[in-house]
């Protein structure tokens, strides 16, 4: 280290390059204060691939002041990686904060949307301050990022903040290091800032001091209420208001899927909902995910918030609007994502008098543009872990940290729950999740995504990686509209290596991939998979015997199609000798048709799909025959299950030509048998559980035998089902083998990105 000699003080001086989530988040000031603790001069500069320190003082001093940095990071701040190199001294005079400047690469981490600090809500409420009841208030420890910003470095004039600019009072704040608002982007106030205004379905203006508490009358006179939030347009109303409740449901058509409610605090979810500590405080986190929480048997919500369903789906305020809005005496409020059936979240102010129109009666919206919607994110618990089901506000578009270096890919996801994945070094930079790209507003914001994302990121994908399904709109976008290598890759592959990525690990390992479709390298959909997965390579150990699905996707929405195909297989045209309730609730005509098309194969593609087989269930014991959103069947089966029952069916496989062919016909006859005997579906549903738990755990025993592996990989939609994936976790364990699941990635297909880009990768390496 350089010095000076001659009894002078020893100095050194360090430059150091941090990496990561350091911009916009108040990290300036707080090495700033740390430095001039220390007395150390030099100065701090945002670049774009981060933030660069040069620190001179006494070499104890230096040490201890970048040990701070390291170990006490602010909590927004997500610090990947940070290079120090000694460089001779300056004799500077002072630690400053110098201008921005500019390279090539932009590599700096933009942060998440995160809710409103205690601090801000702290003047939000104070009569005295200026920004007293201001909805959009905010500052570097909290409120808008990843959704206003276009383009880096992250700074106002490439955020959606740059139409307003800055008063004195605010402009000082800014300027000044000392502030909890230095450099804050979206830094406003009454006097300069956004706005709320209150409009009617036609767009007329509602002549009002104050919105807010013009809104809130609304909502308890029954109202609909468009609000324009952080990532997009929620639709509000009373949750203990049925009439409201059911009429939200009428206008967006006949969806059963589960609204989700926010309350003002813990102890207000309380009176209708239980949770444990782990659930409150991810209910807490600066993140403010939607939490999936058992309902309480008696609470006052309305019974249309979630039929059939004994959970709610559960979040705390996060934007200062929304603490305007229930920090009065709502028990809670319907906040059910602004959209029409499975289309992603509707964010533009014009687009929501458009297509929101027919369904709220006011919209309370604000001129802040958000660039890109991001939906509210998901989290159940499950065996104690608090699993992510949908990844979006709040994590989006902070990196997974990879065990090893990628080159850079574009993973274009599978169809349902899309999400799209960009790599770059040690980076995987999942997606907010997009929704179903079967219609077009989701494909568009399917396209928007990858070109926002390949923006701020500044990565220029050399490989594209995509489903093996010819006909997914992600395949015919990877290989028609996108340049560079493609791989296809395999679904089922993909949901057991985007496992092993998120634990950082390798191949090989036995993978069990359960879900409701993925295209086949056999052309069929596949869906019940035990795979031998070494990285890019697979090989199918054992699956689910092949059945028809008669009008092929047509199964999806309609799971009675499969109980009769199921039926059918299992007890041909004698099916008709059997009392069963499904017979005489279906139309016998229609029935005919069903198995006159398996009979001529006409329109009936094969799988091996478990979820079908929960869906086939489901509809045989009467309690879901057609779905009004995906996963319903086997969702409602679950909800059932009676947790006392202990017995189960039996089951078979057999050694197929190269993997073994599990037949659930046995499984099937044992639950008609109980049907005729009179057994309550409640009773069936769990021994159904119960049936695969032992069926799987068994298969896992026999396959670790013969390949020689105890670690166990499961992934798909099916492991959403929480008495199924803690029943097999256990059962598993106790058969020897290390099993792993996924928690920070979903199970479901919005994790298929990750691993087509892990698998293109090591294809790549290969
Ligand atoms: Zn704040
Ligand atoms: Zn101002
Ligand atoms: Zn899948």
Redo the contacts with the bound molecule.
Sequence with gaps: MAGEKDGKEMTCRIRASVKGVVQGIGFRPFVYNLAKERNLVGHILNTSSGVNIEAEGRPEEISLFFQEIENNPLPLTMITQIEKTPVPPKQDRDFTIRKSISFSRKSALIPADISVCDKCLEEMTDSENRRYRYPFINCTHCGPRYTIIHDLPYDRPLTSMKVFR??D??LREYHDPGNRRFHAQPN??P???PRLELRDRGGKLLETDDPVAKSIELLKKGHILAVKGLGGVHLAVDAENDRAVLAVRKRKGRDEKPFAVMSLNPSRIQKYAKMNQEEESLLLSAQRPIVILEKKVLNSLSSHIAPKNRSFGVMLPYTPLHYLFLQNDFLALVMTSGNLSEEPIIFRNDNAFERLGPVADYFLIHNRDIYCGCDDSIFRTIGSHPRIIRRARGFVPLPLILSRRFPSILACGAELKNTVCLTFEKNAFLSQHIGDLKNLESYRAFSFTIDHLKKLLDIEPEIVAHDLHPDYLSTRYALDEAKGEKAGIQHHHAHIVSCLTEHGLDGPVIGFAFDGAGYGTDGKTWGGEALLVNNHEFTRLAHLSYLPMPGGDAVIKEPWRMAISYLFQTFGEKLWDLKLPLLQTVEKKKIETIIQMIEKGVNCPETSSLGRLFDALSALLGVCLRVSYEGQAAIELEMIADGEEKGSYSFEWKKGKDSYVISPLPVISGVVDDILKGSSPPVISQKFHLTLIRLFSELGGQLKKEVGLDRIVLSGGVFQNATFLTGLEEALDQQGFSVFSQSKVPTNDGGISLGQAAIAASMANS
């Design positions: 800055m008063c009072d605010c406003a106030c006097a300069c800032g």
